[in-house]
């Protein structure tokens, strides 16, 4: 059986390539799907049996709060405080997009890791 915790969330962010941005901020989306045995926690209905939502935002927040100049580097950070913290994830995906990038047009732009 594969079991897997989905989260999607919005934070303001100062990651960007020009300085500008770094210190503007923008709006973030970040998205992530994470394999985990949570078999436990079906039957106990026992928080200590699966990953807290909260924690895993929370994990979220520290990394995007960190400025970077790529979206890869961000990506990459979240996922090793996520498998730091969680060993037990079997797998997952994180997706991170800039909603507002500086580039003409209403565009947004994201990378995501898969593992």
């Not at 790529?70 to 990459?76: A, F, K, P, Q, T």
């Not at 405080?81 to 047009?105: C, D, H, T």
Request: aromatic letters at 6%; a negative charge; proline letters at 4%.
């Amino acid at each position: 059986m594969v079991t897997t915790i989905h989260l999607t969330m919005q934070v303001r962010a100062f990651h960007g390539v020009d300085e500008q941005e770094r210190r503007v901020g923008n709006d973030f989306t970040v998205s992530l799907s994470l394999q985990y045995p949570f078999d436990k926690a079906m039957e106990s209905d026992n928080l200590d049996d699966t990953i807290s939502y909260a924690d895993v935002a929370e994990v979220v927040r520290e990394q995007m709060s960190v400025p970077s100049k790529l979206l890869e580097h961000v990506v990459g950070r979240i996922r090793r405080a996520l498998l730091s913290r969680y060993p037990a994830i079997r797998g997952g995906r994180i997706a991170v997009a800039k909603l507002n990038p500086p580039i003409s047009g209403q565009v947004e732009a994201a990378v995501e890791v898969e593992w």
